[in-house]
């Protein structure tokens, strides 16, 4: 009984402050009365209650009490609107931008993929893999508890049963292993996923759509499972649907549709030439779902030994005595797969990023928040003189910092949904649309309020500390003119001032290095107007034709198109020009030159384009020839089996040998070229990859992606191969014409001439093509620019509220110099002085600070390197950049510090 | 006092614990502990207000001036000079009415609701009689 009471007596004690003041003698005294009673009548169960009464009440005090300073704050705030205004800004757009860079960036590459259950024991080696090798792979049991396969980015022509359009609407998916989605450990949300047992090769085809497919396509017909569509032209089956907001492994691409690789090559024309049993057909994505205690140490060194195994068997594998490791496996739980090392080095920067934006925006509120509470010095006297508790006077000014953060992130919320709307518009210049779905979910939400909860207590707690941390006597005899420490001392003004500063300047200098540097990289410099080409991209085999009516049609298109009026030229290829490659799709070319006493070896893009090509860009060659029609005919791959039945689509079962010629001609461009062959001449080199020989014939100047990296790129020939297999986005007719004409239109007319049924899709001027594709770049130019000036605006903001507290601090002292017979400038220079030490401080430390950041960004992706070195060696940025914001900053004190030359010295003298 | 009306509406329905405090201080002014011990009283110990409830009630009619601390003090013989008394205000006054009197209406809904089965009841007896 003596504990329960000690606990009562306690948690009494524990009350609010007024609580206590007022009531708290009666709370102890009546427990006291009715202690024995209860103890008596009702037991422990009494005891307990009467505890937790009082246990339950004191918080709720406590919130009672922040509710009422919540409304006091919020009449405060509404009596300062211009503080309250500039407060919000600018913790809005600090909580916008990192609640941005958050659902944007973070959530995209450390989130875990949405309905995967195995997603944390995901691995994949980073390399593609031939079939053979996955299913050696899936032999390992000790180590994997599934091996499954998979393509992405792959296009289907699809054709809705019963749909009021006979048209085929082009849609992206994968082709995958029965067993993809037990590795990945997904259920449907209705039907089935495809399985093993279930979907094998003979049988009919059986396909899961996403859920963006069913709702978007379907309606979200309750019939979807168990509909059928053309796929290519070829029938298939909707078995099941996924879960709401899961793409697929390695979801940066749009995927509507999951194909088991065990369908026919006629519905998915990738798997011809018996794709899955070729050995060296590197095509695939292993995705590996580890068994429970293997770590991906363990694993990635057991499967480098079954590779170098594998490696070894294959007689005609160039790489089967190559030292050095085969194989690197990388946690591909996540959309994008990022390698261990890099892990920590991408949340840094992120976390850098954010910090540096959140501390700008916060430091400015705790600078306006000092200043403001040094103004209330003498009613906060007042207050501590009549009993008020310290501990209760800074909760009363920290609610306004919170109520101002809290509000900032209301603001920075609608920022933020604004900015991912702006996101989800960027189409990057790749053929296959990316999953750019970046709309904020309720994580987004939560982390922008608390943050906005955090940032409001934590800076709003240092201004409450200081203006509370009052002698009350001389603060009630000289109010709010008592003088503070000036600036020679490292006071909390101060030095949040310098560090404001410093962050702003770091924060423009990076921001003007990169937009500086990557405007100037990205330029995409076309010989001609680009309003006078047109890009259109054709899937003939997609629509159902086979690869040798797809070949003659390409055959019989360009007559049709040299007749066409407006047309001066045009050009087939593989891909859209200024087209930017992921750097993990570069093969490894070594130059063929038995004499060097060691081989040259440089991974390089490949680009497959027609005859014509580089005439048609109006891109003259720097050495030899572009390809010609003769290139075109050249025999690649395995031959078609022609079909009788012309709508019948090929069914390529049987391999046939291979019919290469013994060296393919080449193009390169001059950054290909110089890495391969140095300052000599290229024309008539040899070099080889893998499985082929290419001689070089041409060399053209490097024509830029737009995207600021400049790539080693091998133009090959287009040939009947390409015809017969077109790539992802089909195959790209680039037409030039006489300016003003609707070239566009005669094209279409043409092609609708040799068939009406064929699909035609990405049909635009090159013009448009380089705005949308350049859209990335833009939109981060502009935002790069857009948080380089909010913190320049943070900082004179900043600079201007402390100068002018200062000034109103300083009233006295002015008036007794002014009195004494200090002239206007005098007195302008005295108060000039402590903002200019400020800045000048500021500004060395940020300078500095920029510097040191940009170079270790610089170390942390290629994308950064080019456009930092650009901007880092911009000497007008480097001066400019620290005197624009001096400059700025001198401005934003000079304003309020003219105030302190007119102050009346009678006046001053006479306030008390 | 039509403004009266309007002010008093504004509290309608009481909390319990409200509406017991000022029914207790509607006898007239009393300290905690007495409140206390006339509602456990007046329920027959099914209300028992718990000392930190008891004066975060009063806290909160105090602010709502519902109540108010009175400054008079009963007969020497009777104080007790621990404890602080408090009393109804106008307002208290007019608020504590308007909850009777809707609590009353509650009654008579009540009795309304079911007379009718007991008019049945009625009915049916004089059947079986009759039969």
Not at chain 1, 49 to 69: F, H, Q, S
Request: glycine share 8%; with cysteine.
């Amino acid at each position: 009984m003596n504990f329960a009471w000690r606990i009562y007596r306690r948690l009494a004690e524990a009350f609010p402050h007024e609580f206590k003041l007022a009531y708290g003698t009666e709370v102890t005294q009546l427990g006291q009365d009715v202690f024995q009673d209860i103890a008596r009548r009702h037991g422990i169960t009494g005891l307990i209650r009467l505890i937790a009464d009082i246990a339950i009440r004191v918080p709720i005090e406590y919130l009672a009490e922040m509710r009422g300073d919540m409304r006091y704050a919020l009449r405060a705030l509404i009596k300062s609107p211009g503080f309250a205004l500039v407060a919000i800004i600018s913790m809005g757009l600090g909580i916008g931008l990192t609640t941005n860079v958050y659902s944007s960036k973070w959530a995209f590459l450390f989130r875990y993929l949405p309905g995967a259950a195995n997603a944390p024991n995901l691995v994949m080696p980073d390399k593609p893999v031939s079939y053979y090798y996955v299913e050696q792979f899936r032999e390992q049991k000790s180590l994997f508890s599934g091996v499954a396969a998979f393509q992405s980015g792959i296009p289907f022509n699809v054709t809705f049963q019963g749909g009021t359009s006979s048209k085929p609407e082009r849609v992206y998916g994968q082709l995958v292993s029965p067993d993809y989605f037990s590795v990945l450990g997904v259920q449907p949300q209705r039907g089935r996923v495809l399985s093993a047992a279930l979907d094998r090769a003979g049988d009919s085809p059986a396909i899961v759509i996403s859920d963006r497919f069913w709702r978007n396509r379907l309606n979200s017909s309750p019939d979807a499972v168990g509909q059928i569509l053309r796929l290519n032209g070829q029938i298939a089956t909707i078995v099941g649907i996924t879960p709401k907001d899961f793409n697929g492994a390695l979801s940066i691409y749009s995927t509507e549709l999951y194909v088991p690789n065990t369908v026919s090559a006629a519905l998915a024309p990738e798997l011809g030439d018996d794709l899955l049993h070729r050995r060296n057909a590197k095509e695939f994505m292993a995705l590996m779902c580890l068994e429970p205690g293997v770590t991906i140490d363990s694993a990635e060194a057991a499967l480098d030994a079954i590779t170098r195994r594998l490696d070894a068997e294959d007689s005609s594998s160039p790489t089967r005595t190559d030292k050095g490791k085969r194989v690197t496996l990388l946690p591909a739980g996540t959309r994008v797969p990022i390698p261990r090392q890099l892990r920590p080095v991408l949340f840094g920067f992120f976390f850098a990023l954010m910090g540096l934006v959140m501390t700008l925006a916060c430091t400015n509120l705790a600078n306006m928040l000092i200043a403001r509470g040094a103004n209330r010095r003498k009613e906060l006297a007042i207050r501590l003189a009549v009993g008020a508790s310290r501990f209760r006077l800074i909760r009363q000014m920290m609610a306004e910092g919170i109520l101002l953060s809290m509000l900032g992130g209301v603001a920075g919320f609608v920022l933020a949904y604004g900015l991912s709307i702006l996101n989800s518009r960027i189409v990057p210049p790749t053929g296959v649309p990316l999953e750019n779905d970046f709309s904020l979910d309720w994580r987004a939400a939560v982390f922008a309020f608390g943050l906005a909860l955090i940032c409001g207590i934590g800076f709003s707690l240092a201004p409450a500390l200081q203006a509370t941390k009052t002698d009350v006597i001389p603060a009630l005899k000289e109010g709010s003119t008592l003088r503070l420490p000036g600036y020679r001392r490292f006071g909390l003004r101060n030095l949040l001032m310098v560090s404001q500063v410093a962050g702003s300047l770091m924060l423009l200098l990076i921001t003007g290095f990169l937009v500086i540097g990557i405007r100037k990289v990205s330029s995409t410099e076309t010989k001609f107007d680009p309003n006078t080409m047109y890009l259109l991209s054709i899937d003939p085999v997609r629509d159902g034709y086979s690869p040798e009516k797809a070949q003659t049609f390409f055959e019989k298109l360009p007559d049709r198109l040299q007749t066409a009026g407006p047309v001066r030229s045009f050009a087939l290829a593989g891909q859209a020009p200024f087209v930017l490659k992921d750097e993990d799709d570069a093969i490894q070319l070594t130059v063929d030159d038995s004499g060097a006493p060691s081989r040259i070896e440089q991974p390089v893009i490949e680009e497959t384009v027609g005859s014509g090509y580089f005439d048609t860009l109006s891109e003259s060659m720097l050495a030899g020839r572009e390809f010609e029609e003769s290139d075109q005919r050249i025999q690649t791959a395995s031959q078609a089996v022609a079909s009788k039945n012309a709508s019948l689509p090929v069914v390529s079962s049987v391999v046939t040998p291979v019919a290469t010629p013994a060296v393919l001609p080449v193009v390169m461009n001059e950054t290909a070229a110089r890495r391969l062959f140095g300052n000599e001449n290229a024309i008539g080199k040899h070099v080889r990859d893998d499985n082929q020989s290419y001689e070089v014939v041409g060399v053209v100047r490097d024509l830029k992606s737009g995207m600021g990296i400049i790539q080693s790129v091998m133009y090959l020939p287009l040939t009947s191969r390409d015809f017969a297999r077109p790539p992802a986005g089909g195959i790209t007719i680039l037409v030039r014409s006489d300016a003003g004409s609707d070239a566009l239109s005669v094209v279409r007319n043409e092609i609708a001439s040799i068939d009406p049924n064929l699909t035609i899709f990405n049909a635009q001027s090159l013009s448009d093509y380089l705005n949308s594709s350049r859209s990335a770049i833009r939109l981060a130019t502009q935002t790069y620019g857009g948080i380089g000036v909010f913190g320049l605006v943070l900082a004179a903001v900043g600079l201007a509220g402390v100068t002018a507290y200062a000034v109103a601090q300083r009233r006295k002292e002015i008036a007794i110099r002014t009195a004494l017979g200090a002239t206007r400038a005098q007195v302008l220079r005295l108060v000039l002085r402590e903002g200019g030490a400020l800045v000048g401080v500021g500004t060395v430390l940020g300078f500095l600070g920029a510097m040191a950041l940009a170079k270790m960004l610089s170390a942390l992706t290629n994308i950064f390197v080019q456009a930092l070195s650009v901007g880092t060696n911009n000497a007008r940025l480097l001066v400019g950049a620290p005197l624009l914001l001096a400059a700025v900053g001198l401005l934003a004190c000079y304003i309020p510090a003219r105030r302190s030359a007119q102050i009346d010295p009678l006046r001053a003298l006479r306030e008390e | 006092m039509v403004m009266n009306e309007a002010n008093a509406e504004r509290f309608l329905p009481l909390k319990p614990q409200w509406f017991h405090i000022m029914l207790t201080l509607a006898g007239g002014e009393q300290h905690g502990y007495g409140i206390m011990q006339d509602v456990l009283s007046r329920t027959a110990g099914k209300v028992r207000l718990w000392p930190a409830t008891l004066y975060g009630s009063i806290k909160r009619l105090i602010e709502a001036e519902l109540i108010e601390e009175s400054d008079e003090r009963p007969a020497p013989e009777l104080d007790d000079a621990r404890r602080r008394y408090y009393r109804l205000t106008a307002l208290g006054r007019d608020v504590l009415d308007g909850e009777c009197e809707r609590l009353q209406e509650l009654v008579r809904a009540i009795q309304v609701n079911q007379a009718p089965s007991k008019q049945d009841q009625h009915v049916n007896q004089d059947d079986m009689v009759t039969e």
